[in-house]
T-cell receptor, first 113, second 115 residues
Framework: AQSVSQHNHHVILSEAASLELGCNYSYGGTVNLFWYVQYPGQHLQLLLK??????LVKGIKGFEAEFIKSKFSFNLRKPSVQWSDTAEYFCAVMDTGRRALTFGSGTRLQVQP | KAGVTQTPRYLIKTRGQQVTLSCSPI?????VSWYQQTPGQGLQFLFEYFSETQRNKGNFPGRFSGRQFSNSRSEMNVSTLELGDSALYLC??????????????FGQGTRLTVV
């Protein structure tokens, strides 16, 4: 069974600081990779996705992620966070055969003004 | 374009009762999946429906069931409710093009409280 690990459970940053959230997965087959965000009181929204091709993917709101196949990693980055980025971030993997998302435990990001 | 719509938003039920949750996918999306979100277990996959057939199932007891209608709308049912079933239940829809990959879009969820 595949699993997803998010190493940072709670991150506190000041505005303008850089962000990197780690995500590692365990599965040897073909996967699709995602980062979702859940703002307080809102539904899960897609930040970015990786299916194939360029391992550096750009998403909404200035977020990007890099897929490193040899490390089974898909880390999320943003050069300069804003107070409005305060939310919970979930890394997810979809086994292309099973079509079910496996989520990490989430990282709560708190950005202080 | 309307998003994924889940009803009701909130439910309070008593142990032993059953409950039915509803999900209307984005127009044109034929795959509907259900997830359970709890503070302790996080987000866990329940099942996926496509063309009115359950295609995949997560590791949940048989008390959790679902169905999909010809218009792609889906319902999930939980029978003999237990306190541990208290959770946010999320529905996600996908377009599923032939030979392609697509992302899942989530609804606001139904917050179920079992007392």
């Amino acid at each position: 069974a595949q699993s997803v690990s998010q190493h940072n459970h709670h991150v506190i940053l000041s505005e303008a600081a850089s962000l990197e959230l780690g995500c590692n997965y365990s599965y040897g087959g073909t996967v699709n990779l995602f980062w979702y965000v859940q703002y307080p009181g809102q539904h899960l929204q897609l930040l970015l996705k990786y299916f194939s091709g360029d391992p550096l993917v750009k998403g909404i709101k200035g977020f990007e992620a890099e897929f490193i196949k040899s490390k089974f990693s898909f880390n999320l980055r943003k050069p300069s966070v804003q107070w409005s980025d305060t939310a919970e971030y979930f890394c997810a993997v979809m086994d292309t055969g099973r079509r079910a998302l496996t989520f990490g435990s989430g990282t709560r990001l708190q950005v202080q003004p | 374009k309307a998003g994924v719509t889940q009803t009701p938003r909130y439910l309070i039920k008593t142990r032993g009762q059953q409950v039915t949750l509803s999900c209307s996918p984005i127009s044109g999306h034929r795959s509907v999946s259900w997830y359970q979100q709890t503070p302790g277990q996080g987000l866990q996959f329940l099942f996926e429906y496509f063309s009115e057939t359950q295609r995949n199932k997560g590791n949940f007891p048989g008390r959790f069931s679902g169905r999909q209608f010809s218009n792609s709308r889906s319902e999930m049912n939980v029978s003999t409710l237990e306190l541990g079933d208290s959770a946010l239940y999320l529905c996600a829809s996908r377009r599923v093009p032939v030979g392609g990959n697509t992302e899942a879009f989530f609804g606001q969820g139904t917050r179920l409280t079992v007392v």
